[in-house]
């Protein structure tokens, strides 16, 4: 089996109020890298932060969304992003070491496995879409 690579990329931090949350983290000097909407409707928001390579994920969950849940101050980290060579074989992997898969996505323009630690926390895994 050929190597996987794997890259830690951001951590994904679950917002109230994107909008305000935006407009605190432009105030501390990140920068919008990239935004979008998920598939079940959430949407999120990759900033930057000049000189450094790692990125922080705000993530907003609307009511009725399947990944929403109420926040209560402390429970607003969201998840550890990795970027890995190959979603599949990477999810092969988490299986043989026994790790929970809690959700695999796979759809046109997203391929990502995520799993859970100890305390509940998700740990995505993304990557090439495949073919």
């Keep these: 089996m050929a190597r996987i690579r794997v890259e ?3 951590s994904g931090l679950r917002v109230r109020n994107l909008r305000r949350s935006l407009a605190f983290y432009r105030k501390l000097g990140f920068r919008v890298h990239r935004r979008g909407q998920m598939g079940h ?3 999120w928001v990759h900033l930057a932060f000049p000189g450094a390579a ?3 994920e705000l993530n907003y969950y609307p009511r009725g969304n399947p990944y929403y849940t109420p ?4 429970t607003e980290f969201d998840h550890l992003g990795f970027r890995v060579s190959d979603v ?3 999810e092969a992997e988490l299986r043989r070491r026994k790790m929970p898969i809690v959700a695999r996505i796979r759809e046109p323009h997203e391929n990502i496995v995520y ?3 100890p ?3 998700w740990i995505e895994f993304f990557g090439p879409v495949a073919e």
Excluded at 71 to 74: A, E, F, L, P, V
């Design 88 to 90: 599949d074989g990477w």
């Design 71 to 74: 926040i209560r101050t402390g």
């Design 41 to 43: 409707g959430g949407r």
């Design 8 to 10: 830690f990329v951001y």
């Design 115 to 117: 799993t859970r630690d």
């Design 119 to 121: 305390d509940g926390n």
């Design 54 to 56: 790692q990125r922080v």
